[in-house]
């Protein structure tokens, strides 16, 4: 039989939460099925933050990176407008949008 | 004369005449549904992943059969030329084969009569860097096929590595037109077979391991023109969620969780791409697919449900909107990325009413039964008995009950999870035999340990966060790294496996399943094999040069019954021995796990193709013969 490798012991998440700043109480176990609303069942894992910015679990994104995938596929976007356009217009479809007239 | 179409070659004269057709009407009143629905009903043809709108890779074929599968021998085959995994299988369409490639996804037009004559290939020129942003090999798991409307000639849909949806003239293979659909600058790739529904191309991307927020998005085949894009995470009218969103089963959660479910912006490099397979009801107008993981795999990094990765969706195939969603997998643990086959049966429930369904064997090792129409959840079943990561799935609140000792979580190393990253099923193209009520399904048993590390998101670059060790399930040979796999035949409705059987290596690419009795698949080491559908028995197996990843199809050409398998090992099991890799935790895991393929086969692309006694279009010895004039 395994162990369970988790802090189960109320005690030691209290300690852990201490240590780690503000922590949210913790699920003696997360087994997904405590909702708080319809489709929105998770639970910090015992010891963990409910939310982790400023924690040490911050991955503190870039809000530049973040913004990279919506920038990149909105140019996409327009390009195959161009390209789509100019297609119906004329039935010739031309990838370089910059020999689109 | 062969055509050989590169990417620079863009537009003939022919094309001309077609704007003209064009501005006169691009709206033509006739879909290619009917028309690709009665070429699927022919025994000739193989129109689509899956082989039709069920998406069951079932023929009704019985010319091979249990009585002389033992006569069945090699007819012909034809080398792609590529190094790379092949997955998916190739497309038969009025006695010609459609075949893809891994990168640099080449396409091939061979005539059935003389499959030695290549009628046309497509050899686009790809940016290299677009190899360095795939997650897993080089893989691409096919074509779609359009069949024109008598003004724009029949059409092959194709996707490229490195982000492009191209649409050939499936006579020539000229391109017809190209679009972006992914920049692998932000780690965007396109690996998945495309989708034609009606007038419509739908695709996915790959990259969620590279952070990739996952969209889904449809083209007008005819002009090229985007009609809908549909997010799996962010705010509700980019997800396609309106007011009947989830309406008959609103447990599954309804307005808002697309970013309510996520912290702060996470949702934008949240995962949920989409790469698999889809299938489609014309009666109900929904297409179905499956979001994938969210990102990164380091479940700590992104607090809660993560909605709506990791889901089932039913969208209409014409505005994208959600008619249900059904999340296997709230806040994935473990990378069991949503996106497997979706396989549509009609059967009687328990209760002895006829339902419209569709099975879903996922990676997170539970094959799920949902009623079609309107998302309620029939039946959840293990894969295998061994996994270990859920106790259950609740039928009445559709939530999995997990093992919290099998979850993983910074600063700890969970072992003994089962299944692995790589799911007790992944990618393969699945079976199902109506007259049998059976679905036939191609099972990894692999198990792992996951350690989980922080990292930064940095566009276009690996979004992981977590390392993996892979090994060979309970059932399987630990000491020796060997049965990896099995093969089973499944009741969605009573819930039981009327028969199953180990294999040594994955059963990575899927099943054909034939009312001759049989279902065919192949192996990770290179074989093709048939098993009785109703018994599992092994009636028959075929070496080849390499590897399957892919899934056997069937055609008959000129009354002759085809079986036919791409060969080619590699895909996510292969990846170490393609880019021959040591490390046990490289290759997300894999190479550890499949450390002694390389002792079983090597790489190497081709079709190969089986018929009764090897019957062939060479059989006329003057058939491919050089005549001058």
Known sequence: MKTIALPLVAGTVLAFAGLAGAMAPAALAYDGTHCKASGNCWEPKPGFPEKIAGSKYDPKHDPKELAKQGTSMKAAEERNKLRADNFKKTGKWVYDVSKIQ | ??????????????????????????????????????????????????????????????????????????????????????????????????????????????????????????????????????????????????????????????????????????????????????????????????????????????????????????????????????????????????????????HYGQKGLGTATWEGDAWKIGGGTNWGWYAYDPAVNLIYYGSGNPAPWNETMRPGDNKWTMTIMARDADTGQLKFGYQKTPHDEWDFAGVNVMMLSEQKDKDGKARKLLTHPDRNGIVYTLDRENGDLISANKLDDTVNVFKTVDLKTGLPVRDPEYGTRMDHKATEVCPSAMGYHNQGHDSYDPTKQLFFMGINHICMDWEPFMLPYRAGQFFVGATLWMYPGPKGDRQNYLGLGQIKAYNAITGEYKWQHMERFSVWGGTLAT?????????????????????????????????????????????????????????????????????????????????????????????????????????????GEYSKG
Not at chain 2, 173 to 202: F, H
Not at chain 2, 553 to 568: K, L, W
């Open chain 2, 1 to 250: 004369m062969k055509k050989v179409v590169g990417t620079s070659m863009l537009m003939s004269a022919s094309c001309m005449a077609i704007a003209v057709a064009l501005q006169l009407g691009v709206a033509s009143s006739a879909h290619a549904n009917d028309k690709l629905i009665e070429l699927s009903k022919s025994k000739d043809n193989w129109v689509m992943p899956g082989r039709n709108y069920d998406s069951n890779n079932y023929s009704e074929d019985t010319q091979i059969n249990t009585d002389n599968v033992k006569q069945l021998k090699h007819a012909w085959s034809f080398s792609t030329g590529q190094l790379h995994g092949h997955e998916g299988a190739p497309l038969v369409v009025d006695g010609i084969m459609y075949v893809h490639t891994s990168f640099p996804n080449k396409t091939f037009a061979l005539d059935l009569n003389d499959p030695g004559h290549i009628l046309w290939q497509h050899s686009p020129k790809q940016d290299p860097a677009a190899r360095s942003v795939a997650c897993c090999d080089l893989v691409n798991r096919g074509l779609a096929y359009w069949p024109g409307d008598g003004k724009i000639p029949a059409l092959i849909i194709k996707t490229q590595l490195d982000g492009h949806l191209v649409a050939l003239n499936a006579k020539t293979g000229e391109e017809y037109w190209k679009v972006e659909n992914a920049d692998i600058k932000v780690g965007q790739t396109e690996t998945q077979a495309p989708y034609v529904v009606k007038d419509i191309a739908i695709v996915g991307s790959s990259g969620a391991e590279l952070g990739v927020r996952g969209y889904t998005t449809a083209y007008n085949i005819k002009t090229g023109e985007m009609l809908w894009r549909k997010y799996a995470t962010g705010p509700d009218n980019e997800v396609g969620i309106g007011d009947d969103f989830n309406s008959a089963n609103p």
């Open chain 2, 515 to 623: 009312a001759g009795n049989l279902v065919f698949y192949g192996t990770l080491d290179g074989f093709i094999k048939a098993r009785n559908s109703d018994t599992g028995e092994l009636l028959w197996k075929h070496k080849l040069p390499s590897g399957v990843i892919g899934y056997p199809m069937t055609y008959e050409h000129n009354g002759v019954q085809y079986i036919a398998i791409m060969s080619g090992v590699g895909g996510w099991p292969g990846v170490g021995l393609v880019f021959d890799l040591q490390d046990p935790t490289a290759g997300l895991g894999a190479v550890g796990a499949f450390k002694n393929l390389q002792n079983y086969t090597q790489m190497g692309g081709s079709v190969e193709v089986f018929s009764l006694d090897g019957k062939n279009p060479y059989d006329d010895v003057n058939v």
